[in-house]
Structure formats: C-alpha cells, structure tokens
Nanobody
C-alpha cells in the first residue's frame, strides 16, 4: 500500500509561485505513473499534470500549460509540482495521485490527503 503525503500549499498573491511536494512511503512509487489533480469548492476534481511511468512523458491540462511543471526526484521518492504565474482561478485543494499503470485514465489507485492552494487577486 503506497501512502502519499503532499506539502507546500499556502496563500500567495496572483503572479506568484509555489512548489508542491508529494512524498511516497514506498520506493515502488517511482515506477508508477504519478500526477496532480485539484478540486475547487463546488467543482469536480480535475486533472492538472502527470508523469508517465519511467519514460517520463509529461502531460498538462490546457489551463496550466506553460505555467506548471511536474517533475520527479527518484532518490527522494518525491514528485513536485512547480506552479508559476499563479492566478486566482488556480485556487483549490491539490491532490497527488499514483497508479501502477496510468493516472490519466480512470481513477488512480493511490491518493494523498490534499494541500490547499489559495491565490489572492
């Protein structure tokens, strides 16, 4: 059972940056597809970014392309989401997810508890 823990959320002004981290309890995490999702109040959870299984292709939602970057640090068993040029509409709870196959189809098998990101205008 892979356990995921996010950190790095907070309050930032529009135009600012944050880096979210997702640390995993198991080394096998690094061989999984990993990604970030978010959910704003009253909205459905939406896909933000993903890293494919080693091979490392990246995928982004159109709304964050060019502003967000997903990356992985294998020795630290951690996946990051660097968020630049933040906008008020990026405000949401951000969740890390992982799956042995893919996080871009279906529902990923493993989820973190979420971290709040609030962008003020």
């Amino acid at each position: 059972q892979v356990q995921l823990g996010e950190s790095g959320g907070g309050l930032v002004q529009a135009g600012g940056s944050l880096r979210l981290s997702c640390a995993a309890s198991e080394r096998t995490f690094m061989s999984y597809s990993t990604g970030w999702f978010r959910q704003a109040p009253g909205n459905a959870r939406e896909f933000v970014a993903a890293l494919s299984r080693p091979g490392g292709n990246t995928y982004y939602a159109d709304s964050v392309k060019g502003r967000f970057t997903i990356s992985r640090d294998n020795p630290k068993n951690t996946v990051y989401l660097q968020m630049n040029s933040l906008r008020p509409e990026d405000t949401a709870v951000y969740y890390c997810a992982a799956d042995p196959l893919t996080v871009t189809q279906g529902t990923p098998a493993y989820w973190g508890q979420g971290t709040q990101v609030t962008v003020s205008s």
